[in-house]
């Protein structure tokens, strides 16, 4: 396959890029920083470009040097993300919130949008896969810049899938689950004090046991990019807890329902009576 990956030099990208790149996938690595060491590594599989996803014009520029090469293309993986602002809601600086918002709602619909034509080019079903995360559906305090973002990820998720549902596309969201990564060592660093103190002993905890299993997430992904998942589109997914092997056994009550999805709990589904 031909997939594009944002934030494929460091942490779970990397580790995904390297993932992917062995089992013979041709990869166009974006990111902030060089990837020269992949290139030389991979130098027929992997090529990359530096770019901050988070403005249009340099994602922009980088799509026109992408297409100059593939004309088509079979997968879009958003990895690219930042943790930025933490602490209290109410305390935090305003620039530096909204900054946390826009860089990882706007990185990922921007490359989404500026590959969309080379995804419809492609013969076969072409697959997208976003990242959700810590956030997205409860309450995280002193994370609400990065929870929100995660959240609006998995809004944009579902609309593309049902406007995209004539489509042979499918979109996805997967949840990565406790990984440690720098995002660990930021929570660690800002302390108790704006962390929380919740945050900041998981964290060390992590640090020291490990954390989740990269593995997982990775083999949720490399199963969304495989026909096991076909028709399979508009979902949250979590790489640790949900059974994902076993989807595609009961893929038509899946696809049709709306397990997996953000959605209002009613009263009556608590036994509550108004």
């Known amino acids: 396959m031909k997939i594009v990956i ?3 030099s460091s942490g779970i990208g990397r580790a995904l890029t390297l993932s992917l790149l062995e089992a013979g996938h041709h990869i166009w690595g974006i990111a ?3 990837q020269n060491d992949l290139e030389a590594l991979y130098p027929i599989h992997f090529k990359s470009c530096r770019c901050d996803v988070s403005s249009y014009t340099q994602v922009s520029e980088s799509v026109k040097t992408i297409t100059e090469t593939w004309d088509t293309l079979d997968a879009i993986i958003t990895a690219a993300g930042i943790q930025g602002e933490i602490g209290p809601t109410l ?6 919130w909204s900054l946390t918002v826009r860089s990882n709602i706007e990185g990922t619909y921007n490359i989404i949008r500026a590959l969309y034509p080379n995804l419809k080019a492609t013969s ?3 697959k997208i896969i976003c990242f959700s995360g810590g956030g997205a559906t409860k309450a995280r305090p002193a994370f609400s ?5 995660k959240t609006a990820i ?6 593309i899938a049902l406007e995209e549902r004539d489509r042979p596309l499918d ?3 997967i949840a990565p689950g406790a990984i440690t990564t720098r995002l660990t060592d930021e929570v660690i660093l800002k302390g108790p004090a704006l962390s929380g103190k919740a945050e900041y002993d998981a964290a060390l905890k992590q640090k020291e046991n490990g954390g989740q299993s990269l593995q997982k997430a990775i083999g949720l992904i490399t199963w969304l990019l495989s026909d096991q998942s076909d028709g399979i589109s508009g979902k949250l997914i979590s790489a640790q807890w949900d059974p994902w092997e076993k989807l595609q056994t009961h893929a038509d009550m899946f696809t049709q329902s709306d397990i997996y999805t953000l959605r ?4 009556e589904e608590r036994n509550y009576k108004l």
């Open 6 to 8: 944002t934030g494929s």
């Open 32 to 34: 902030r920083s060089n």
């Open 91 to 96: 305390t935090t600086d305003p620039q530096a």
């Open 124 to 126: 076969g079903r072409a």
């Open 145 to 149: 810049a990065y929870g929100i973002a």
């Open 154 to 159: 998995v809004r944009l998720v579902e609309t």
């Open 171 to 173: 979109i996805n969201c």
């Open 264 to 267: 209002r709990i009613m009263p």
